[in-house]
């Protein structure tokens, strides 16, 4: 075999900033948001850089890319970046050009927002169009619950900034359990084993072991294995292991919607989201129960935080007893917590809300 | 799913070319694969990777992890990628005839 050239690493990221962020790196003074998708960052040495951050639906084309790279070498010298939401940004010296950009963007279809206290980017997977073991679609329903959103991506109105994410399968690739919204597929029927060539294609001790339950154990006679239906939570960690054991199930498989996740430390530490709709169904292209379920979350957190407070925050304010009443929704034997850590989920003291 | 023929006898293949019951592996399968896992020639040092991954998948039920295969084999990683330069897994567990390597490869 001919010597591959390898371990190279990526290119060193230095080589691609545009000339302005090289020489005031490290000497940023302040920025300022100068509209809803326009940041300016003013260095000591008083030089300007004027971003324009535009959406992206992550799952792009060469052409799409090609296009974006046209607008940076019109308007900045041929620099871009792409953000950690998978939005674009271009990076101009010049702020006399920024309006241009931004008109020839949106003539092009492409939103200019995603600042401040806004809903930007949804952080998602593959969903049906690459990954085996998803429960639910990602581009799909990104995009139907951006166009229902997409007033709060070109403005700034919200009390706070406010991430939803989205994970088609609970492995929960991306940001689905930090999130201040989170969308995730979920399944709801015990998986199908095919006996017959789960012995040739599968390592039974891996496949007992991937079991956070233990609802699986080995079946000597048929040199297969079981799984016990009353212990089995339908996390699809089986099947990842073994291509033998069935979960994909069209009809029952769902989406379930999870709030007040954050990760920054501002104000009260990082939170994981909780569950607060177990289910609704699948219903592909547009998806209207998940579209309208996360829109009313929306309305009822902007109606009702004070300016500044994340859903997180906001949440432990009023109490979730308050959330559920003032969102509508119904509380369940599903929220509450019967796994591993479940006691320092309950509630230990007598102080709540009638 | 694909069937190979290997001096005259069918052997079932998945679509990634891993065959697809380990009972059915002889040693002319190892020999099949070796090209398109870009080696030449087994030689003995291969052999001996081969026939410690089929005892332990016989008598364990599952692959060994790979500090477990080159402790026991004597060779360092960079030694197994050496003899099969696709990897343990895509290279010496398919030539071995194991079942194919699962979870977020």
């Known amino acids: ?354 | 799913m694909a069937f190979i023929e290997i001096n005259g006898q069918q052997f079932e293949v998945d679509e990634d070319g891993f065959l697809l019951n380990p009972d059915t592996w002889i040693e002319d399968v190892a020999k099949y694969f070796c090209k398109e896992e870009g080696i030449d020639e087994l030689t003995e040092d291969h052999w001996k990777v081969i026939k410690y991954l089929r005892d332990y998948f016989f008598q364990f039920g599952i692959a060994p992890m790979v500090r477990k295969l080159c402790k026991d084999t004597g060779y360092s990683l960079k030694g197994i990628y050496e003899l099969f330069p696709t990897g343990p897994a895509k290279g010496a567990c398919k030539l071995a005839g194991l079942p194919k390597p699962t979870g977020c490869v």
């Open chain 1, 1 to 354: 075999m001919a010597q591959a050239r390898t371990d190279i690493g990526p290119p060193l990221y230095k080589e691609m900033l545009p000339p302005i962020i090289k020489e005031n790196y490290g000497k940023w003074q302040y920025h300022e948001i100068v509209k809803p998708g326009v940041l300016v960052h003013v260095s000591e040495t008083g030089a300007k850089l004027y971003t324009v951050r535009a959406g992206s639906p992550r799952l792009i084309s060469i052409y799409f890319i090609r296009e974006i790279c046209d607008l940076a070498d019109k308007y900045c010298d041929g620099y871009l970046r792409f953000t950690s939401r998978h939005n674009v940004e271009f990076l101009l010296s010049d702020g006399s050009k920024v309006d241009a950009l931004i008109a020839e963007l949106t003539e092009k279809g492409v939103p200019v927002g995603g600042t401040g206290n806004s809903i930007t980017n949804i952080v998602h997977t593959q969903g049906w169009v690459h990954c085996h073991t998803p429960a639910t679609d990602a581009s799909g329903i990104v995009k139907s619950v951006m166009d229902e959103l997409f007033e709060y991506f070109t403005t700034m109105k919200l009390p706070a900034k406010l991430r939803i994410s989205l994970a088609c399968c609970l492995n929960m690739c991306g940001a689905v359990h930090c999130s201040d919204i989170a969308i995730l597929g979920i399944h709801r029927t015990v998986p199908k084993i095919d006996h017959d060539t789960l012995h040739k294609v599968c390592e039974i001790p891996t496949l007992t072991a991937s079991c956070p339950t233990a609802a699986i154990r080995p079946n000597p006679k048929l040199k297969s294995v079981e799984i016990k239906a009353e212990r089995c939570m339908y996390c699809g960690n089986c099947y990842t292991m073994c291509p033998s054991v069935h979960i994909i199930d069209a009809k029952n498989d769902a989406v379930s919607i999870w709030v007040g996740g954050k990760i920054s430390n501002s104000r009260i530490g990082p939170r994981f989201s909780r569950l607060a709709i177990p289910f609704l169904p699948n219903n592909p292209p547009r998806w209207p129960e998940v579209v309208n379920a996360v829109k009313h979350i929306v309305e009822v957190y902007a109606a009702n935080a004070q300016p500044g407070e994340r859903m997180a925050e906001w949440i432990e304010r009023i109490s979730w007893e308050k959330f559920f009443e003032v969102t509508g929704l119904q509380f369940t034997d599903k929220h509450i917590d019967d796994f591993t850590l479940a006691q320092t989920t309950f509630r230990s003291t007598t102080q709540f809300k009638w």
